[in-house]
């Protein structure tokens, strides 16, 4: 048994082992990982994946992250905010999809205040009753508690880089420690959390993205998002290279062997660095898609990168093509909820 396989049926890995893994370079090598990653998904979460359908509602914000293309230093981008009668009539046709979850996503916007989330998160209960994932950055402690209390299920804040000085470099406020000290508190209110990090950063190492991994499986997360870098014309990085897309299906995969439980998305970002990124994301372990409902004439304006997937197109029309694509990976679309599947272990 070569090192690749021996790593690989093992139950658990050492930072040593997740790097060979992370590190394995040409196609013979990665196949087993691959395969593995895919058995593992098949084995934990089932040959099924979850769809979860985000708005988009604004692209102000307060923050200046190097790398994000709705950075408040951009000047050049044109800014929207959705209404309440226009959030809660796309999360309609989420629903009218067929869809149980919605993704209430935006910048790190202080103009939609805590009542103002409240009172929505209320609403869809009421109208749609869909699973409510909210990804709205930092925000203080006692909005946490409000929106849980008023039903909403999970939260996701990605946590980006294990790497203290890095997360540092990107950010122009706030530390790793206080990002993960948020992340500790809305798991304690009983949100299903969700975090991740970005691969390819500059700067960033093989030895990085395994501390990476490892965090996530401190936090146990019911949700894991690893998403390719891809570059913003808008930003400091705009010259930096995007992201390998094997060192983000290594990472995936090997995601998979760890989490096991974990919700884990082939991204929106995997799609626009791959034509067929999505479906190589599903064929390595991951098991939710997330197709945006943002209304097309401000679905462009929400560009944290260049040239994403599907921002000129309906995706209620998208939807049957979107669903094909799914179903080609020899996997199920699930129509439940999708919550995490660590309540039931």
């Known amino acids: 048994?070569?090192?690749?396989?021996?790593?690989?049926?093992?139950?658990?890995?050492?930072?040593?082992?997740?790097?060979?893994?992370?590190?394995?370079?040409?196609?013979?090598?990665?196949?087993?990982?691959?395969?593995?990653?895919?058995?593992?998904?098949?084995?934990?979460?089932?040959?099924?994946?979850?769809?979860?359908?985000?708005?988009?509602?604004?692209?102000?914000?307060?923050?200046?992250?190097?790398?994000?293309?709705?950075?408040?230093?951009?000047?050049?981008?044109?800014?929207?905010?959705?209404?309440?009668?226009?959030?809660?009539?796309?999360?309609?046709?989420?629903?009218?999809?067929?869809?149980?979850?919605?993704?209430?996503?935006?910048?790190?916007?202080?103009?939609?205040?805590?009542?103002?989330?409240?009172?929505?998160?209320?609403?869809?209960?009421?109208?749609?009753?869909?699973?409510?994932?909210?990804?709205?950055?930092?925000?203080?402690?006692?909005?946490?508690?409000k929106w849980k209390s008023a039903g909403a299920d999970r939260y996701l804040l990605k946590h980006e880089?294990?790497?203290?000085?890095?997360?540092?470099?990107?950010?122009?406020?706030?530390?790793?420690?206080?990002?993960?000290?948020?992340?500790?508190?809305?798991?304690?209110?009983?949100?299903?959390i969700g975090s991740g990090n970005i691969i390819g950063l500059p700067g960033q190492t093989i030895e990085d993205i395994a501390d990476d991994l490892i965090l996530c499986s401190k936090y146990q997360l019911d949700m894991a998002s690893f998403s390719p870098f891809i570059p913003s014309s808008d930003t400091p990085f705009s010259d930096v290279p995007k992201a390998s897309l094997d060192l983000t299906l290594k990472t995936l995969a090997v995601a998979r062997l760890i989490l096991k439980y974990a919700h884990i998305p082939a991204t929106t970002a995997l799609a626009t660095l791959d034509e067929l990124g999505r479906e190589k994301g599903i064929n390595v372990g991951a098991n939710v898609v997330m197709p945006s409902f943002t209304p097309v004439g401000v679905k462009t304006k929400y560009s944290i990168y260049d040239n994403k997937r599907c921002i000129t197109e309906d995706a209620s029309s998208c939807m049957p093509c979107l669903r094909a694509r799914i179903e080609s990976c020899d996997v199920e679309i699930d129509n439940g909820y999708g919550h995490s599947l660590y309540l039931n272990q």
């Open 1 to 145: 048994m070569n090192t690749t396989e021996s790593i690989l049926g093992k139950g658990s890995f050492s930072k040593g082992e997740i790097i060979s893994l992370l590190s394995l370079q040409n196609r013979d090598e990665q196949i087993p990982l691959f395969r593995a990653g895919k058995l593992a998904r098949n084995k934990y979460v089932g040959a099924k994946v979850h769809l979860r359908g985000i708005i988009e509602f604004s692209n102000y914000c307060t923050q200046d992250c190097i790398y994000c293309g709705i950075r408040k230093s951009n000047l050049s981008l044109e800014r929207y905010r959705m209404s309440f009668e226009e959030i809660l009539s796309t999360a309609k046709l989420i629903y009218n999809s067929e869809i149980k979850t919605v993704v209430l996503q935006s910048g790190e916007d202080p103009y939609y205040d805590c009542d103002f989330i409240s009172k929505l998160i209320v609403k869809i209960k009421e109208e749609f009753n869909l699973a409510i994932t909210l990804s709205l950055g930092e925000r203080e402690y006692y909005e946490y508690e």
């Open 161 to 192: 880089t294990a790497n203290p000085e890095i997360y540092s470099q990107i950010h122009n406020s706030g530390s790793l420690t206080e990002r993960l000290e948020h992340l500790s508190y809305l798991d304690s209110l009983g949100f299903q």
